[in-house]
């Protein structure tokens, strides 16, 4: 058994069992494994440098880092989600550096590292939706790893994936706690908005400090480098 089915009064949750938490370590091994893969492999395609162990490093350094800013929380929002001490930009990291595949396979690792973590699950879709989605959404970073401004660039379009896979999944799973007088859906964007933005607004501004931005720029050089 995967998974404990738990009811409270008219909830239902469902809690990974101990092999439910070890197939969830085995396909985060496998995912950053794919990560890798599909990095070499659009490196080749385009010519340029494959990834190294040295940049593998880089992407399980930056995933345990989010995971532990995750946990120090600036604000903890009252029906799930919370502002934290930058995780989303750690997350987003990868993608900047590698290129799409490789932040995509990084992001939904981190999810599934906070479902075991600090699981709250409703429904199988849910945690799909929740875990996987969203946080594989901050891989989009990877769409601007070699634009101008790309790190401000990727880090907005990826925070936007996941305010929208999050408020679909309040829209869908958590709707009997919409605001009163409020539709599902507005409610839904308004409240996933108020915690994610917040975090994503000190965030970009801290970006745009010259010092801030020109760190993040040569830690990159770092990173590509043989």
């Known amino acids: 058994m ?18 439910g938490n070890a197939l969830l370590i ?16 659009r490196s080749a395609g385009n ?5 190294t162990v040295k940049q593998l490093v880089f992407c399980a350094v930056s995933i345990a880092l989010a995971t532990a800013l995750s946990n120090i929380k600036l604000f903890d929002a009252p029906m799930g989600g919370s502002v934290t001490l930058l995780s989303m930009l750690i997350v987003c990291l990868p993608g900047y550096w590698f290129g799409l595949e490789a932040g995509l396979m990084t992001g939904i690792a981190h999810g599934i590292l906070q479902m075991v973590m600090d699981p709250y699950i409703i429904h199988p879709a849910q945690l799909m939706v929740d875990y996987l989605l969203a946080f594989g959404a901050l891989g989009l ?22 305010w929208i896979f999050a408020s679909i999944s309040g829209w869908i799973f958590f709707s009997e706690y919409t605001w009163e007088g409020w539709h599902p ?7 996933n908005g108020s915690y994610i ?4 607004g000190i965030t970009l501004i801290l970006l745009t400090i010259p010092a801030v931005k020109n760190a993040f720029s040569r830690i990159k050089k770092l990173a590509l480098e043989q």
């Open 2 to 19: 995967l998974y404990q089915v738990i009811f409270d009064g008219d909830e239902i949750s469902y809690v990974p069992t101990a092999l």
């Open 26 to 41: 085995l396909i985060f091994i496998a995912l950053l494994a794919a990560a890798v893969f599909f990095a070499r492999k």
């Open 47 to 51: 010519g340029s440098r494959k990834l």
């Open 141 to 162: 970073s990877g769409l601007f790893s070699n634009a101008k401004s790309g790190l401000l660039k990727g880090y907005a379009t990826a925070v936007t994936g996941r």
């Open 185 to 191: 859906i507005p409610y839904s964007l308004a409240y």
């Open 197 to 200: 933005f917040i975090e994503a």
